[in-house]
């Protein structure tokens, strides 16, 4: 079962907006509105940024968004801050499996 | 508070048996899924597997399946994670978490995890 695909690696400075996409299939992303973020800061546990393609939990800055387009993805974090430097995970729910699917993450350097 | 806490770290020579825990607090443990996710030394998170504890209905993946058995002791609010013959291969980060899930007759979907426990650091020497 392939992965969604994301971009290795973004970066921004500080107040720019950045975008991270993630690219599935109609079998997932494509299929269904279950499409979540995480944010994994080094040596910490992941934490859920967005879930349901568009929709932030309770706690999570505003700055952070979600959006979806065929079987495309994205999360657009505006106000870029020195906190965001993180690694950032896709994940879908997927039809073929009746399971999940993770991306292989996107590293994002604050420059 | 919502939390799950995990077992702690565990060192085991290739061959040996392995069970790992994940008890939840702050919520009605049973009347969620909980999901295994692992993470292997600097790569990305895979999903490994889920169950329903209250009558332990448990989904794998199929990189997964027949390879770890996911089971739930609902009394004290507790999901495991078993390996019977570990493999160098299995040194990683376990996470459980808490698996929003819904259904749509006839089909469970996997919404998202919402939240999760600290990890437990398997490392496995050959």
């Known amino acids: 079962q392939s992965a969604l695909t994301q971009p290795a690696s973004v970066s921004g400075s500080p107040g720019q907006s950045i975008t991270i996409s993630c690219t599935g299939t109609?079998?997932?992303?494509?299929?269904?509105?279950?499409v979540s973020w995480y944010q994994q800061e080094p040596g910490k546990a992941p934490k859920l940024m967005i879930f349901?393609?568009?929709n932030r939990p309770s706690g999570v800055s505003n700055r952070f968004s979600g959006s979806k387009s065929g079987n495309v993805a994205s999360l657009t974090i505006s106000g870029l801050q020195a906190e965001d430097e993180a690694d950032y995970y896709c994940?879908?729910?997927?039809?073929?499996?009746?399971?999940?699917?993770f991306g292989g993450g996107t590293k994002l350097t604050v420059l | 508070e919502v939390q799950l806490a995990q077992s702690g770290a565990e060192v085991k020579k290739a061959g040996e048996s392995l069970k790992i825990s994940c008890k939840g607090f702050?919520?009605?443990?049973?009347?969620?899924?909980t999901a295994w996710v692992r993470q292997m030394p600097g790569k990305g998170l895979e999903w490994m597997g889920v169950?329903?504890?209250?009558?332990?209905?448990?989904r794998y993946s199929l990189a997964f399946q027949g390879q770890v058995t996911i089971s739930a002791d609902k009394s004290i609010n507790t999901a495991y994670l078993q390996w019977n013959s570990l493999k160098a291969s299995d040194t990683a980060i376990y996470y459980c978490?808490?698996?929003?899930?819904?259904?749509?007759?006839?089909?469970?979907?996997?919404?998202?995890?919402?939240?999760w426990g600290k990890g437990t650091t398997v490392t496995v020497s050959s």
């Open positions: 978490t808490r698996q929003r899930t819904t259904w749509k007759s006839p089909y469970y979907y996997f919404q998202y995890m919402d939240v």
């Open positions: 702050g919520y009605s443990f049973s009347g969620y899924w």
């Open positions: 169950i329903y504890s209250d009558d332990s209905d448990s």
């Open positions: 109609s079998s997932d992303i494509g299929g269904y509105n279950y």
């Open positions: 349901e393609v568009n």
């Open positions: 994940s879908a729910y997927t039809s073929s499996t009746s399971g999940v699917l």
